[in-house]
């Protein structure tokens, strides 16, 4: 495995339906991060773990977004009940010290 | 307004000439610069990566930061019909492991 790996590539999804997205980063990669990407702007931070531990939240991550990364290896990302404004490209990148590598991501579209 | 703005593009080049790329910022403490590719329906893939102010080279590639004007830039020499894609820029602060990311520019480098 040489880069960081992200399922399902594609979710489509009814509005208020709880979906979840797993990310398996670069094994000796200890910081795993999630972003969120919509249509024309760039990444926005979501959060971020060294190891096991989630060391930062953005604001954006609503109480209906949770993320774990048990025994510091992959990650998954709920969001519950989603909502229409949830559709975008949930990208995983990886890193041990400088320079993300990122996955292909995640596209969510809630009708 | 953001914390990183980028040109906007789109911008559409013939083979063969340089594309220039710009980023401003407005916090101070950034001190690591970014340039990421990004294809269509992939993750963003790290380009280049600078420390402060000054240039770095990297074959057909020029990243030169500003951090007076707090002004990055981005040059692609003897551009080619596979440097089309989307360009973000990307910073952070020293001991921040979150990147601020522009909202990209789209390159079309024309046969």
């Known amino acids: 495995d040489t880069g960081v790996s992200q399922n399902p590539r594609h979710k489509i999804t009814k509005r208020g339906q709880n979906v979840t997205f797993r990310c398996d980063p670069i094994?000796?990669?200890?910081?795993l991060y999630w972003y969120r990407q919509t249509l024309g702007q760039g990444p926005e931070f979501l959060t971020y773990?060294?190891?096991?531990?989630?060391?930062?939240k953005s604001r954006l991550l609503s109480d209906r977004f949770s993320a774990e990364r048990p025994k510091g290896s992959f990650s998954t990302l709920e969001i519950q009940r989603t909502e229409q404004g949830d559709s975008a490209m949930y990208l995983c990148?990886?890193?041990?010290?400088?320079?993300?590598?990122f996955g292909s991501g995640t596209r969510l579209t809630v009708v | 307004q953001k914390e990183v703005e980028q040109d906007p593009g789109p911008l559409s080049v013939p083979e063969g000439a340089i594309v220039s790329l710009n980023c401003t910022y407005s916090?101070?403490?950034?001190?690591?610069f970014m340039w990421y590719r990004q294809y269509s329906r992939k993750g963003p893939e790290l380009l280049m990566y600078?420390?402060?102010?000054g240039n770095k080279e990297d074959g057909r590639f020029t990243a030169q930061v500003d951090k007076s004007s707090k002004y990055i830039s981005l040059f692609i020499r003897d551009s080619q019909p596979s440097d089309s894609a989307t360009y973000l820029c990307?910073?952070?602060?020293?001991?921040?492991?979150?990147?601020?990311f522009g909202a990209g520019t789209t390159v079309t480098v024309r046969a």
């Open positions: 990148a990886s890193s041990f010290l400088d320079g993300y590598t």
């Open positions: 094994s000796e990669h200890n910081r």
């Open positions: 773990f060294q190891n096991e531990a989630q060391l930062e």
């Open positions: 916090n101070s403490a950034f001190q690591y």
């Open positions: 600078t420390y402060s102010s």
């Open positions: 990307a910073m952070s602060a020293i001991d921040d492991y979150k990147l601020s």
